[in-house]
């Protein structure tokens, strides 16, 4: 099986910041990445796709790259609303694999 | 506008069977190519996919759970369902349906439910 390992698993910042997490996969996966924002309570929203692919109707402040093995999520000037828990994906091969989750806060 | 909406029991008892459906509006999963599944996220913890089903009955489970799950479909009623046996404490969280990709997609989730809370206690 294909691990995924995501940092920081929790960050402070304030609006306005840029943000960065970063997912590696335990072996290659292409872009079969994706990325997802969760708020409590709520189900998981997809952000990004193959990597960098912005889903239609989320924000250009986020950000995808990376291939192969390391990916990361800038939000590049963080909302009010951004506040959540992050997680990435990798879709390339069975079986799927979330990463643990980046929890980001507000400072 | 596809959604997905999970119900069944929120209690069961150790050692039972889990059982839940997931009611699928605003598309049919007859013939559609593409797969659909189950995830859980434990309170405060991560997402783990269960297992996935084509309208044709082919089914992929994640590997922890292969011999106590079973996922079926019922095209008739647009719903698919999910059965977990032989549950314990660790298997209290909420569990998601979801819409996934098709070949190459198949592991990518894109549309989902909201998700019910399971808890397994006597």
């Known amino acids: 099986d294909i691990q995924m390992t995501q940092s920081p698993s929790s960050l402070s910042a304030s609006v306005g910041d840029r943000v960065t997490i970063t997912c590696r996969a335990s072996?290659?996966?292409?872009?079969?990445l994706g990325w997802y924002q969760q708020k409590s309570g709520k189900a998981p929203k997809r952000l990004i796709h193959a990597a960098f692919v912005l889903q239609s109707g989320v924000p250009s402040r986020f950000i995808g790259s990376g291939s192969g093995t390391e990916f990361t999520l800038t939000i590049s000037s963080l909302q009010p609303e951004d506040f959540a828990t992050y997680y990435c994906?990798?879709?390339?091969?069975?079986?799927?694999?979330f990463g643990q989750g980046t929890k980001v806060e507000i400072k | 506008q596809l959604q997905l909406q999970e119900s069944g029991p929120g209690l069961v008892k150790p050692s039972e069977t889990l059982s839940l459906t997931c009611t699928v509006s605003?598309?049919?999963?007859?013939?559609?190519?593409?797969?659909w599944g189950w995830v859980r996220q434990p309170p405060g913890k991560g997402l783990e996919w269960i297992g996935s089903?084509?309208?044709?009955?082919?089914?992929s489970y994640t590997p922890s759970l292969k011999s106590r799950v079973t996922i079926s479909v019922d095209t008739s009623k647009n719903q698919f369902s999910l059965k977990l046996s032989s549950v314990t404490a660790a298997d209290t969280a909420v569990y998601y349906c979801?819409?996934?990709?098709?070949?190459?997609?198949?592991?990518?989730?894109?549309?989902w439910g909201q998700g019910t809370l399971v808890t397994v206690s006597s």
């Open positions: 979801a819409r996934l990709g098709t070949g190459a997609w198949q592991y990518y989730f894109d549309y």
């Open positions: 994906l990798q879709y390339n091969s069975y079986p799927p694999m």
């Open positions: 605003g598309g049919p999963i007859s013939s559609s190519p593409y797969y």
């Open positions: 072996q290659g996966i292409g872009d079969g």
């Open positions: 089903i084509l309208y044709s009955g082919a089914t």
